[in-house]
């Protein structure tokens, strides 16, 4: 079974980017699945960020797309998202998940990681 | 983009009760939709995939129905470690995207 693991700053000032990695075990991210990114504001709903395959092929949020940037790291079995120009209301915790290729949900999830933007 | 509205936004039921929750999509999504629940400081957790298939290790209380633009989730009799919020899911193919409902909370009445 595959496991997900985020990791990242906790903390990114205003108008930085934020950059978070999600370490993948128990299975290749050359396997047939897309790896996206989701967040959830504190105490709200949970907004998904984007997705990439491991050939480099990415659909992103169109709220979010001209800030993000979501990359794969074959030798190193790992994915990241940057998201750029940060303000409060990017403060989240930010879950990597997987979908299996043509399915349409998400399972596994990492266990989550909060940023909090703030100077 | 493909909006989901969940129903009711908080729902108050006691032990043993059934519990029937709602998500209804803005336009068809034919059986694409994934039910998850969520407890607080956890990642949220699959439910139900494809409206009415139970993830692996989903006890059978559990129970998706619908298709189309509306959908249910039914928890036929409540335990205590039900009660949380539960999310509905779906993926759409132009543009490829994910939306989730804004969630329904169980809370112990």
């Known amino acids: 079974q595959v496991q997900l693991q985020e990791s990242g700053p906790g903390l990114v000032k205003p108008s930085g980017t934020l950059s978070l990695t999600c370490a993948v075990s128990?299975?290749?991210?050359?396997?047939?699945?897309?790896w996206s990114w989701v967040r959830q504001p504190p105490g709200k709903g949970l907004e998904w960020i984007g997705e990439?395959?491991?050939?480099?092929?990415?659909n992103y949020n169109p709220s979010l797309k001209s800030r993000v940037t979501i990359s794969v790291d074959k030798s190193k079995n790992q994915f990241s998202l940057k998201l750029s120009s940060v303000t409060a209301a990017d403060t989240a915790v930010y879950y990597c998940?997987?979908?299996?290729?043509?399915?349409?949900?998400?399972?596994?999830w990492g266990q989550g990681t909060l940023v909090t933007v703030s100077s | 983009e493909i909006v989901l509205t969940q129903s009711p936004a908080t729902l108050s039921l006691s032990p043993g009760e059934r519990a029937t929750l709602s998500c209804r999509a803005s336009q068809s999504v034919s059986s694409y939709l994934a039910w998850y629940q969520q407890k607080p400081g956890q990642a949220p957790r699959l439910l139900i995939y494809d409206a009415s298939n139970r993830a692996t290790g989903i006890p059978a209380r559990f129970s998706g129905s619908g298709s189309g633009t509306d959908f249910t989730l039914t928890i036929s009799s409540l335990e205590p470690e039900d009660f949380a919020v539960y999310y509905c899911q779906q993926r759409s193919n132009w543009p490829r995207m994910y939306t989730f409902g804004q969630g329904t909370k169980l809370e112990i009445k």
């Open positions: 998940a997987v979908a299996a290729n043509l399915y349409n949900w998400f399972d596994p």
């Open positions: 990439i395959y491991h050939s480099g092929s990415t």
């Open positions: 128990g299975g290749s991210i050359s396997s047939s699945n897309w």
